[in-house]
């Protein structure tokens, strides 16, 4: 019974291990990362999966075209070249019943065409 055993549990466990190869990563979604914060309120948990996301040494473009798919809208900084400033922008119910307006706002600094800083913030203006 113990010779069936071992090798049935050495295929079963190899065939997931296949099958979670198979599953790319989930893509970045600021909506995933407000329910995250939505449920924990950790915003240091929201900025490692951004940095997962977007490493350091990441191409520059590669970033921003994720952060866009991603939904926020990235633009230049005007007073610093070397910066893109992309914002995803939403509305949520706060105490119960209002609205206000939610933005997730991350900042990636520019250097020889890669990523060199990332920062990521989120605010509610609840007017």
Request: with cysteine; proline share 4%; glycine share 4%.
């Amino acid at each position: 019974m113990l010779k069936i055993l071992i090798p049935l549990t050495a295929c079963l466990s190899l065939s997931s291990a296949l099958e979670a190869k198979d599953h790319p990563p989930t893509p970045l979604r600021f909506e995933t990362l407000e329910n995250d914060y939505q449920w924990d309120s950790d915003l240091e948990k929201a900025r490692a999966t951004l940095a997962r996301v977007i490493p350091s040494g990441m191409s520059f473009w590669t970033a921003l075209d994720l952060l866009e798919k991603a939904g926020a809208r990235c633009a230049g900084d005007q007073h610093d070249s070397q910066v893109a400033r992309c914002v995803y922008s939403d509305w949520i119910t706060v105490h119960d019943y209002n609205r206000a307006d939610l933005f997730w706002t991350a900042v990636v600094g520019l250097k020889g065409g890669k990523v060199e800083t990332l920062t990521l913030d989120r605010t509610v203006d609840e007017k």
